[in-house]
């Protein structure tokens, strides 16, 4: 069940009523206490702040309860979620404080000039004299922003933000969101390529498909730094490691199984092409009006590209049809778009990642008792398949030994490396992916990251701890 944390200030008249009336208000009208600040103590009235855990529409049964007591006047509600985003979430900090005139003349002119000059002579010394080198472009157009779709660029800055956040907390990069108010492919590729000289690498996000594809594939073609659609091929790299160890846990092979995968836009194309690479043989996409199949028409080249690929099925059908026998769903489309009865239909021990968000596929109320292995994008279940395991570690990576793309190769052992986070010993149903609060993850990631782009030929830098 999901919970949205309130907190309600409330005025109490102790003449009329105790806050043990208060309590049991909340609690009968399904709010879970958290904790209780007095703001200001008093015998006749006092003012208390009370965090409340509700369900995602359960707000408004406890505000009308409390509403209708007499005695007590409800000052204010705040959402503790809108609380932390008041102002934004990341800031810019100086690396040195300008404490006089000679701190002045060498950060900023005269002195700066001789640092423009070294690097106009040598444009690689902006790696080691600027930002560059740990600094990454979050941009999106807000076209595909979570499950929410085209909610433009003001919408989509808190969740940019976020991804920055996340950036510096667990890989130390400076991460910075760039909102674009354009859908247009070209002029989306001039402004990225026009910003890029200040930046070490871009991270596209929630760009919608199919634009997205010609997107990142102009920009890796004419840009020297790592270009990485985020909702493409860092939930590619999450979802082939939750795959790894589920079917290690369900006792099946990679090679054996049947996979639907629901929703072929940035994140489901990006999959598909994975689950291949690591060997599937049976493979079912399906979109909104059901299964891609082999030896199909389509207007969308990368549905094209399915349809040609030997281990897609030719046989067609909605999703209720395909999903029939199916060993693993992965679903990356919308929320509620699968019912008990579809995944009740699909083979034993069968597997489940529903990661649309914030509302997956179906209910993991609904699912978990029906599955081998559930996993969604959410943090409030076990199992969180999510591509913040993939993003800080993959640019960490990148970053440090200056990678000039990040390639196939590198994406795969990125997969292998969070899977390995799980040991054995540790492998459960409950437990197929590691938390991203785990500090091995980005440790790993980065190291395999690496390693590879050394060993293929993209590295232009070996990290010390590499020599
Ligand atoms: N857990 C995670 O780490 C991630 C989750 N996602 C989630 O996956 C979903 C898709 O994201 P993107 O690929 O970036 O979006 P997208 O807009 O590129 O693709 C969505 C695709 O789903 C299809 N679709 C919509 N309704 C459908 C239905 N009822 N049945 C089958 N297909 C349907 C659309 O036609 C489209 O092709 C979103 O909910 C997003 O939040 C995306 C990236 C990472
Ligand atoms: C997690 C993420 O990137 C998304 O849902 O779009
Ligand atoms: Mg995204």
């Given at each position: 069940?999901?919970?949205?944390?309130?907190?309600?200030?409330?005025?109490?008249?102790?003449?009329?009523?105790?806050?043990?009336?208060?309590?049991?208000?909340?609690?009968?009208?399904?709010?879970?206490?958290?904790?209780?600040?007095?703001?200001?103590?008093?015998?006749?009235?006092?003012?208390?702040?009370?965090?409340?855990?509700?369900?995602?529409?359960?707000?408004?049964?406890?505000?009308?309860?409390?509403?209708?007591?007499?005695?007590?006047?409800?000052?204010?509600?705040?959402?503790?979620?809108?609380?932390?985003?008041?102002?934004?979430?990341?800031?810019?900090?100086?690396?040195?404080?300008?404490?006089?005139?000679?701190?002045?003349?060498?950060?900023?002119?005269?002195?700066?000039?001789?640092?423009?000059?070294?690097?106009?002579?040598?444009?690689?010394?902006?790696?080691?004299?600027?930002?560059?080198?740990?600094?990454?472009?979050?941009?999106?157009?807000?076209?595909?922003?979570?499950?929410?779709g085209d909610v433009g660029p003001y919408a989509a800055a808190p969740v940019m933000?976020?991804?920055?956040?996340?950036?510096?907390?667990?890989?130390?990069?400076?991460?910075?969101?760039?909102?674009?108010?354009?859908?247009?492919?070209?002029?989306?590729?001039?402004?990225?390529?026009?910003?890029?000289?200040?930046?070490?690498?871009?991270?596209?996000?929630?760009?919608?498909?199919?634009?997205?594809?010609?997107?990142?594939?102009?920009?890796?073609?004419?840009?020297?730094?790592?270009?990485?659609?985020?909702?493409?091929?860092?939930?590619?790299?999450?979802?082939?490691?939750?795959?790894?160890?589920?079917?290690?846990?369900?006792?099946?092979?990679?090679?054996?199984?049947?996979?639907?995968?629901?929703?072929?836009?940035?994140?489901?194309?990006?999959?598909?092409?994975?689950?291949?690479?690591?060997?599937?043989?049976?493979?079912?996409?399906?979109?909104?009006?059901?299964?891609?199949?082999?030896?199909?028409?389509?207007?969308?080249?990368?549905?094209?590209?399915?349809?040609?690929?030997?281990?897609?099925?030719?046989?067609?059908?909605?999703?209720?049809?395909?999903?029939?026998?199916?060993?693993?769903?992965?679903?990356?489309?919308?929320?509620?778009?699968?019912?008990?009865?579809?995944?009740?239909?699909?083979?034993?021990?069968?597997?489940?990642?529903?990661?649309?968000?914030?509302?997956?596929?179906?209910?993991?109320?609904?699912?978990?008792?029906?599955?081998?292995?559930?996993?969604?994008?959410?943090?409030?279940?076990?199992?969180?398949?999510?591509?913040?395991?993939?993003?800080?570690?993959?640019?960490?990576?990148?970053?440090?030994?200056?990678?000039?793309?990040?390639?196939?190769?590198?994406?795969?052992?990125?997969?292998?490396?969070?899977?390995?986070?799980?040991?054995?010993?540790?492998?459960?149903?409950?437990?197929?992916?590691?938390?991203?609060?785990?500090?091995?993850?980005?440790?790993?990631?980065?190291?395999?990251?690496?390693?590879?782009?050394?060993?293929?030929?993209?590295?232009?830098?070996?990290?010390?701890?590499?020599?």
């Amino acid at each position: 069940m999901a919970y949205n944390s309130i907190i309600l200030r409330v005025e109490m008249n102790h003449s009329l009523l105790h806050f043990g009336d208060v309590a049991a208000a909340i609690g009968q009208a399904g709010g879970d206490i958290i904790s209780i600040d007095v703001i200001r103590p008093g015998q006749e009235h006092s003012v208390r702040d009370i965090t409340v855990d509700v369900t995602e529409n359960g707000e408004s049964l406890v505000v009308e309860s409390l509403e209708k007591m007499d005695g007590l006047r409800l000052v204010n509600v705040s959402d503790r979620t809108f609380l932390a985003h008041l102002g934004g979430k990341i800031s810019v900090q100086p690396t040195m404080a300008i404490r006089n005139r000679d701190d002045l003349s060498r950060v900023y002119t005269p002195g700066v000039a001789r640092v423009s000059m070294a690097i106009h002579e040598s444009p690689d010394k902006a790696y080691s004299l600027t930002i560059k080198r740990n600094t990454v472009a979050v941009v999106s157009d807000g076209t595909a922003v979570l499950g929410l779709g085209d909610v433009g660029p003001y919408a989509a800055a808190p969740v940019m933000e976020g991804k920055a956040m996340l950036f510096k907390q667990l890989a130390g990069v400076d991460a910075f969101p760039i909102c674009l108010d354009t859908k247009d492919t070209e002029e989306i590729i001039r402004t990225i390529k026009a910003i890029a000289p200040i930046f070490g690498g871009i991270n596209l996000e929630d760009i919608a498909s199919p634009r997205c594809f010609e997107i990142e594939k102009r920009l890796e073609e004419e840009l020297e730094i790592p270009v990485f659609h985020d909702d493409q091929h860092g939930t590619a790299i999450v979802v082939i490691a939750g795959i790894l160890n589920a079917l290690k846990v369900a006792g099946k092979r990679i090679d054996q199984v049947r996979v639907v995968v629901n929703g072929i836009g940035a994140a489901g194309v990006s999959i598909c092409k994975m689950l291949l690479a690591a060997g599937v043989r049976r493979l079912v996409p399906v979109d909104r009006d059901g299964a891609i199949v082999r030896g199909g028409s389509y207007e969308h080249p990368m549905w094209q590209w399915l349809a040609e690929q030997p281990q897609v099925e030719a046989e067609p059908g909605k999703l209720s049809d395909v999903i029939r026998g199916a060993d693993i769903f992965i679903g990356v489309s919308r929320g509620n778009v699968l019912s008990a009865e579809d995944v009740a239909s699909m083979a034993p021990d069968r597997i489940v990642f529903a990661m649309a968000n914030p509302n997956p596929e179906i209910n993991p109320e609904v699912a978990m008792p029906l599955v081998k292995v559930f996993a969604t994008g959410r943090s409030d279940y076990p199992n969180q398949i999510n591509n913040v395991l993939v993003f800080p570690g993959v640019f960490r990576g990148a970053l440090d030994c200056r990678a000039r793309r990040i390639n196939e190769p590198m994406k795969l052992a990125a997969a292998r490396a969070i899977a390995s986070v799980v040991t054995e010993n540790e492998l459960n149903e409950h437990y197929i992916i590691p938390s991203i609060f785990n500090e091995q993850v980005v440790a790993k990631v980065r190291h395999a990251v690496v390693e590879t782009a050394i060993l293929t030929g993209v590295a232009r830098r070996t990290p010390p701890d590499f020599r």
